[in-house]
């Protein structure tokens, strides 16, 4: 996805990339940040194709542009959790007007109703990778180390994993709600939002009851001597960190639940 921009990221209408007509095809100058599936063979990307629209959004289009397609440039970069993404950069790249998806100037529409779809299903994968890692905790803290009772028999943390598997089933139920939206062919925003936000948070609440929990072996990066489980719990951490700003920052979200969902003003 070509959403975000080096000044253009939650505020997003400010993005400045450019599709210009040229006879049969539209060219396109600019650059595009925070892009994780680079590797991809295909980029959805929004472009400005009316720079004196007023509002911004109104002067945004969507298209589909292949990735070997040349005047594109790709730089990727690592992350603080061992990911990575890349900086696009489009010089006078050139695709056909098929590629142009809905309406010339309407891809404000086409681009809300993509990311509330992903911000519900994204909020989804994100509850099950915490449910897995949930599993991974619960065998840890039920075990025995040799004259050391199990973690399980002290109450404060049985208290701490009954709010986190409350919390799981939360977010499970969220996920299974915005699908449910999706299926019916559209996940108002506001419930993507509330899905996206909830979950990220569970994540990062998760990591950090984990290392409480287990300690400061848990603590240990991947492929420390004595890590646990090869340093998952650290890892899982420190991935959480990038979702409250991804697909749109938690407070950003909020905005937007606020008005849409509560009514409140801007």
């Not at 619960?138 to 598997?165: G, K, S, W």
Request: hydrophobic share 40%; glycine share 10%.
């Amino acid at each position: 996805m070509g959403y975000s921009e080096p000044q253009a990221g939650s505020d997003l209408a400010a993005l400045r990339t450019s599709a210009e007509r040229d006879g049969d095809q539209w060219v396109i100058n600019g650059q595009k940040i925070w892009t994780t599936t680079w590797w991809g063979k295909y980029m959805f990307l929004a472009a400005r194709t009316d720079r004196d629209a007023k509002p911004p959004h109104a002067g945004i289009s969507m298209f589909i542009v292949p990735m070997n397609t040349p005047g594109i440039s790709i730089h990727p970069a690592t992350t603080m959790y061992d990911g990575s993404f890349a900086n696009i950069f489009y010089d006078n790249v050139r695709i056909p007007l098929d590629n142009l998806v809905g309406e010339v100037n309407g891809g404000w529409k086409v681009l809300t109703g993509a990311l509330a779809f992903e911000r519900g299903l994204v909020g989804g994968g994100i509850v099950l990778k915490v449910a897995h890692a949930f599993e991974q905790l619960r065998r840890h803290i039920m075990a025995t180390e040799r004259e050391r009772p199990a973690l399980a028999d002290d109450p404060t943390v049985r208290d701490r994993m009954a709010v986190l598997a409350s919390e799981i089933e939360v977010g499970r139920q969220l996920m299974m709600h915005c699908a449910e939206l999706a299926g019916d062919g559209v996940t108002p925003p506001e419930y993507g939002a509330i899905s996206k936000v909830f979950s990220s948070e569970l994540m990062e609440r998760f990591g950090e009851a984990a290392l409480d929990i287990l300690g400061q072996r848990a603590a240990l990066s991947e492929q420390t001597p004595d890590a646990i489980d090869n340093g998952r719990f650290e890892q899982n951490l420190r991935h959480s960190l990038m979702w409250v700003i991804s697909i749109g920052t938690n407070e950003i979200q909020r905005s937007l639940i606020a008005q849409r969902a509560l009514g409140l003003p801007r």
